[in-house]
């Protein structure tokens, strides 16, 4: 079946350490690749997007991701998170119908 | 700009009544709209498609006589929850897609079936 994994379900760090979180996709062919973050009590917001190009991608809140066709993966990095960072990460997928596939979500928690 | 509105935000209803959402655009058209559904600690789950002026499109497994939606409007979506039952208690969030790639997303909708 075609799915959107992501490997850490709860990662707790302490503020500046270095983030990545894992998230691989099954599907073949062209893809869009998403991550979504949601802070407590908030709505889904747009962390960053990858449709072509450059497969490292920049976002918002010092975030980035790198695209790995050969491996069907969308890491989400960031170097130093902060205890604002503390939230729900989703990654996503889309085959360009618009709709997405969204992975089960990792509970990312920083301590001050 | 692409702010996408739920309403109501909280909705508490008894075993078999009807539940009405509504998801608004408010600075932009959208063709497409999406309806999700949220378990607590839990990932989004795409429900259905909805299509302007056309019926609405169901995942598999989604009761399309349960969860009715109209999209009757560029910036208007509705789901109606029917004969609701408690284990239809969720979170139901709602999506629009004002081009082909990126869509944006409402706030949420808590629906509470006693």
């Known amino acids: 079946a075609q799915s959107v994994s992501q490997h850490n379900h709860h990662v707790i760090l302490s503020e500046a350490a270095s983030l990545e979180l894992g998230c691989n996709y099954s599907y073949g062919g062209t893809v869009n690749l998403f991550w979504y973050v949601q802070y407590p009590g908030q709505h889904l917001q747009l962390l960053l997007k990858y449709f072509s190009g450059d497969p490292l991608v920049k976002g918002i809140k010092g975030f980035e991701a790198e695209f790995i066709k050969s491996k069907f993966s969308f890491n989400l990095r960031k170097p130093s998170v902060q205890w604002s960072d503390t939230a729900e990460y989703f990654c996503a997928v889309s085959r360009g119908t618009g709709k997405l596939i969204f992975g089960q979500g990792t509970t990312l928690q920083v301590k001050p | 700009g692409a702010v996408v509105s739920q309403h109501p935000s909280w909705v508490i209803c008894k075993s078999g009544t009807s539940v009405k959402i509504e998801c608004r655009s408010l600075?932009?058209?959208?063709?497409?709209m999406f309806w999700y559904r949220q378990f607590p600690k839990q990932s989004l789950m795409l429900m259905a498609t909805s299509n302007e002026g056309s019926k609405a499109t169901y995942e598999q497994g989604v009761e399309k006589d349960k969860f009715l939606i109209n999209h009757a409007s560029l910036t208007l979506s509705t789901l109606t929850v029917t004969s609701a039952h408690p284990e239809d208690s969720s979170f139901y969030i709602c999506?629009?897609?004002?081009?082909?790639?990126?869509?944006?997303f409402g706030p949420g909708t808590r629906l509470t079936v006693t």
């Open positions: 999506s629009a897609l004002p081009g082909h790639y990126e869509q944006y």
């Open positions: 600075d932009f058209q959208a063709t497409t």
